[in-house]
């Protein structure tokens, strides 16, 4: 019959329209008590009724999937043996199928050799350009970038504010299990254990860290280097003549050379290990 069907709907809007304030009646004061967690009943789908949420004093929860701009995972502060040491290897993924391409990287570089080190030296996102779309978050093969829930990030300055650096971007890995709980463990599951891919290697190896396994590893290169050296100069040196004591200063700035040359030596060998680190995971 002509009408009815109107009728109908005009009657769940005004149920709705009731049911707003039989709800209000029964949370009462009691709608913002923080123990009683009644403002997440009242988003969830048990509500009845129209209500507002009173942003910026409210916020709804955001579900677990929920994606904003993305996150550097770093190593937690307090960690042992890394502590906020980055996840990312600046493989350059994340750029490459990123759709705006709003992401640029630059690879660290070891300062002697100029050879790459698996490492970020600088990461800028363009966060007006970012799209929120997650491929970069899908595709990092380490783990190391993932999709925030801080949506407040307007500002009224929309050049410099809004090209995230590396140290805007980074936030510790317990910072990303606390928002995505669930994500964090299917992760941890599929990478093999809670700790990053290289650390876990590291540990397979019998070794604490790859910082400690670097570590020891300058330490074994400077004694060959040494060694080496010794040898070298040995038939150079006439025996006979006692060799004139240098003076202090050029005795010292000599060391400080031959430290500088053991170390660069020691950095070429830790970027060549972690390349082939990274080549073996890849
Ligand atoms: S894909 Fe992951 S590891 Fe590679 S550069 Fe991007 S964030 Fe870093
Ligand atoms: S979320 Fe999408 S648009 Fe934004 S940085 Fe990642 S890949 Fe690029």
């Known amino acids: 019959m002509n009408g009815v ?25 009691r709608k913002y008590a923080p123990d009683l967690n009644n403002f997440e009943v009242r988003q969830g789908v048990e509500a009845q009724g129209a209500f507002t949420v009173q942003y910026p004093d409210e916020k709804l929860a955001m579900p677990e999937r929920f994606r904003f701009v993305p996150f550097l995972v770093v190593e937690n502060y307090d960690h042992e ?26 690879r660290s570089n070891d300062p002697e050799t100029g050879r790459p080190v698996p490492e970020p030296e600088a990461f800028f996102i363009d966060i007006d350009i970012c799209m929120n779309c997650g491929f970069c978050a899908e595709f990092c093969p380490f783990d190391a970038i993932k999709m925030d829930h801080d949506y407040e990030l307007a500002s009224y300055d929309r050049t410099t504010n809004h090209i995230f650096d590396k140290d805007k ?43 400690n396994k670097a570590t020891e590893a ?6 060959a280097v040494r060694a080496r ?14 060799e004139a004591p240098k003076p202090a200063a050029a005795a010292q700035d000599d060391e400080e050379e031959k430290r500088k040359r053991r170390e660069a030596a020691l950095r070429r060998k830790a970027a060549r290990a972690a390349k082939r680190d990274e080549e073996s995971d890849s």
């Open 5 to 29: 069907g109107f009728a109908k709907g005009m009657w769940v809007t005004l149920r709705h329209f009731l049911e707003t304030y039989v709800d209000d009646v029964r949370y009462g004061f």
């Open 169 to 211: 971007l980074s936030k510790e890995f317990r910072y990303w299990n606390t928002i995505a709980p669930t994500r964090a463990v299917e992760e941890a599951e599929a990478r093999g254990g809670w700790e990053h891919k290289d650390a876990q290697k590291e540990a397979r190896r019998g070794g604490s860290s790859r910082d």
């Open 218 to 223: 300058r330490e074994e290169k400077r004694e």
């Open 229 to 242: 050296k010794e040898a070298a100069a040995a038939p150079e040196t006439p025996a006979p003549v006692a």
């Open 81 to 106: 043996d890394r502590p906020g040491k980055d996840w990312c290897t600046s493989c350059g993924i994340c750029s490459k199928v990123c759709p705006p391409q709003c992401i640029w990287i630059v």
